[in-house]
């Protein structure tokens, strides 16, 4: 018999977090702000208006499909405390502090968790498949895990790099539309090429992430 490699048949990582569909989401908000700041004559309060009221529109809709409320009110709120610290401080580009923030403490919480042995993107997919700890046991998963995961932390440093210096000479309206680009785009490029180091990374005949190997032996990472 052959060794293959692992291939669940029309399963990955979007099929498993729903990444995609909640990128795209996430990318409407930033949408209508700078279709409203733009149309309103480049004013805060039509930006931050057509906000709040797409992801409160969107809330309903993943409500009503059977989404938790406490996940769509998370969404929300963070929508509504960006909006009112751009309509306190009255610069339009602070619309997307806590955006910028997320993503910088993201960053930094997958490096750390991949040093530490916990890759993240182990823990996530971990937890959707009710493994709970035990892929950690698995010497093959936890390199693959963490190698997979350095593609994560790539795609918060690469929105940094383009927004950080957008936010710092205040382009509200570049901030808007570079967040649609590097939102749900980014996501879905980085489900895809995760899911492939992950695979990958495997070796020969490994049964897949559902199924780890508890051989209790140990592998450097």
């Known amino acids: 018999m052959t060794a293959t490699r692992p291939d669940p048949a029309g399963e990955s990582f979007a099929d498993l977090l729903g990444g995609r569909r909640a990128a795209i989401d996430a990318t409407l908000g930033p949408l209508a702000f700078g279709v409203a700041f733009v149309a309103g004559g480049e004013s805060i309060e039509w930006g931050v208006g057509a906000a709040v009221a797409v992801t409160a529109l969107i809330g309903v809709w993943r409500v009503l499909r059977g989404d938790k409320l406490r996940a769509v009110l998370v969404g929300l709120l ?26 910088a403490a ?50 918060y440093v690469l929105r940094l790099a383009v927004w950080l210096p957008l936010y710092w000479t205040g382009q509200a309206k570049a901030l808007a539309f570079s967040t649609v680009a590097l939102t749900w785009p980014v996501v879905a490029a980085c489900l895809a090429v995760s899911w492939y180091v992950m695979r990958r990374s495997l070796p020969d005949g490994h049964p897949g992430l559902r199924h780890p190997r508890l051989d209790g032996t140990r592998v450097k990472v």
Do not use: K
């Not at 509504?80 to 502090?97: G, K, Q």
């Open 106 to 155: 993201s960053a930094l919480a997958w490096a750390v968790s991949i040093v530490l042995r916990w890759p993240l993107l182990g823990v996530v997919v971990g937890t959707a498949l009710g493994q709970r700890g035990s892929w950690r046991r698995d010497p093959a998963l936890l390199r693959a895990y963490s190698r997979a995961s350095w593609i994560w932390v790539l795609q």
């Open 78 to 103: 963070g929508v509504v405390v960006a909006a009112l610290i751009a309509l306190h401080t009255n610069r339009p580009e602070d619309f997307f502090f806590i955006r910028i923030a997320t993503n």
